[in-house]
């Protein structure tokens, strides 16, 4: 039962509060001519979460937000996302991190989806260097350890979870490309990775298919990517009222 009241809580209940939190926040630091380091102005355009996709009744796990994971309320639109998507698509995710996002799109995703996840080891060197203040992110015991709980309980579910290991910007994406129906950017925020990731999930995303970036407006590297992309593609960028993520549909 609490899994279901999180999932209903999540968008109905936090996103809206947390959607005015945001926008008096940027208002005082205008006001103040100062704006946190983690709050950068938003420049995209916004919708609401439910022109993006179809609200559907979803379940929670792993309620409690460590530094890195989405918010709840962000959460429960990817785990929308995910149950809208078709029966044995495939989902790919890039930066595993703990695997809170990973467990959540599995545990929500139509029967034979299958959800593959990218990860940094770390002792691996990378192409660009990654941003100050993201090292805790890669030098992890193991990467996606939350998901590792529920093997047992969900067997099946936890067996559709693919982990793979790589730098984002050297990985070969050919298997996956042209072939997922939700293609989720949460690596690195660096300028350089955001703007690799994003030419990799474009690769990825099938027709009908969407892209989500994470932490738009909370690291200086993902907003400068994804907005000198639009102003260049002009493919239709869309920040997802009161979180950090942004959202593209691929339509043709």
Not at 70 to 99: H, K, M, Q
Not at 173 to 180: G, H, K, V
Not at 200 to 208: D, W
């Amino acid at each position: 039962m609490i899994s279901r009241y999180f999932g209903f809580y999540s968008t109905h209940l936090y996103l809206p509060g947390s959607a005015l939190s945001r926008k008096v926040r940027r208002f005082l630091g205008r006001i103040r001519g100062k704006q946190s380091r983690f709050l950068q102005q938003a420049r995209l355009p916004q919708v609401s979460w439910r022109e993006c996709t179809r609200p559907r009744a979803i379940r929670l796990w792993e309620h409690r937000k460590e530094n890195g994971n989405v918010r709840i309320s962000e959460l429960g639109v990817l785990a929308n996302l995910a149950r809208n998507c078709a029966p044995g698509a495939n989902l790919f995710e890039i930066g595993t991190f703990d695997g809170r996002t990973t467990l959540n799109l599995a545990l929500n995703a139509p029967d034979g989806c299958q959800v593959h996840t990218l990860d940094l080891p770390p002792e691996m060197a990378t192409k660009f260097a990654i941003a100050e203040g993201e090292r805790h992110m890669v030098d992890k015991p193991r990467s996606g350890a939350r998901c590792e709980k529920y093997r047992e309980r969900e067997p099946e579910r936890i067996g559709r979870i693919h982990q793979l290991y790589g730098d984002s910007a050297t990985f070969d994406y050919t298997p996956y490309r042209d072939s997922c129906a939700l293609v989720f950017v949460d690596g690195s925020h660096a300028y350089e990775y955001a703007l690799s990731d994003t030419r990799a999930a474009l690769s990825m995303v099938t027709k009908g298919g969407v892209i989500v970036w994470h932490d738009y407006g909370i690291w200086e590297g993902v907003n400068r990517a994804l907005e000198e992309l639009e102003a260049k593609e002009h493919l239709g960028l869309r920040n997802i009222r009161g979180t950090s993520l942004v959202f593209w549909r691929r339509e043709n």
